[in-house]
């Protein structure tokens, strides 16, 4: 019976971490492509750049979430 419990848990894990990612780079893609429009004359980069953080906040996240007694002591 644990080991389903463990199981399931873990998929509950997978799956915020799939709806974070989702979330974290829509946004950054979202704040990307109003800085591109707004400031920048319709540049690539900033979207590029936006994608790339929302993708990196979002591992970052899900990598203390599914090891959470790995700590950074730097």
Known sequence: ?????????YSAKLDMCL???IVKTGGGILLGTL????????RRWPVIAG??????????????ELNPKKKNNA
């Open 19 to 21: 709806t974070d990612g």
């Open 1 to 9: 019976m644990s080991k389903g419990k463990n199981d399931d848990e």
């Open 35 to 42: 800085t591109s429009i707004l400031f920048l004359k319709r």
């Open 51 to 64: 994608m790339g953080m929302g993708i990196g906040l979002a591992y970052a996240n899900c990598e203390f």
